[in-house]
């Protein structure tokens, strides 16, 4: 069975370098977790594209456990570690359609954005990763990456910020699955 580049496999991908795990196992598996049903949902059917897939929920369903196999083929497919200093965008999703970028991004906000009345604002502990992920916005979203910026702070934190006056821009492109970011900016945005 093909894999086909499509919003599923780059909704796996970014929620596995958000929320997930995927490291050295020793004897762990590989896990994703959010507490948005709508999220672990969208998920766990996306998990799919890789055909009939065994998994284990934990913790009133918000961690889901997934075979190791899913981790490997990506991790062969991307060239990428998944540990969270690590993590870099692929090249290879940067000839992919910008509908497919959205819904990447879109995964990885479910999992690390917060949104306030003046900004979205994407947290990592990687600063590369954010830069790549401005780079795919600027190539992809160039209308949209005009009102990004990314900053840091002292304790190593770094975070990709979408500006007030872009934020009913984002909302279009790329959106939320998480069911209270969603209602939470378009409430900001009308």
């Known amino acids: 069975m ?12 970014f929620h596995i370098a958000g929320d997930g795990y995927a490291g050295k196992f020793g004897g762990s598996h590989p896990h994703y977790f959010n507490t948005n049903r709508a999220v672990v949902n969208e998920f766990v059917n996306d998990l799919s594209t890789f055909g009939i897939v065994n998994v284990r929920f934990q913790e009133n369903r918000a961690r889901v456990t997934f075979p190791k196999v899913i981790v490997h083929v990506l991790k062969h497919l991307y060239k990428t570690s998944f540990l969270s200093r690590e993590i870099r965008i692929p090249q290879e999703l940067s000839s992919v359609r910008r509908q497919v970028i959205a819904q990447g991004i879109k995964a990885l906000a479910d999992d690390e954005a917060s949104v306030c ?15 790549d ?3 795919l916005m600027t190539q992809k979203f160039p209308s949209l990456a005009e009102y990004v910026s990314i900053n840091s702070t002292r304790n190593n934190e770094h975070y990709l910020t979408i500006r007030k006056n872009g934020m009913k821009l984002s909302s279009e492109i790329i959106g939320f699955t998480h069911t209270q970011k969603k209602k939470r900016l378009d409430s900001l945005v009308r």
């Open 117 to 131: 009345r003046n900004r979205i604002r994407i947290h990592s502990s990687n600063k590369r990763f954010l830069e």
């Open 2 to 13: 093909p894999l086909i580049e499509d919003g599923r496999l780059a909704r796996i991908f």
């Open 133 to 135: 992920i401005f780079d």
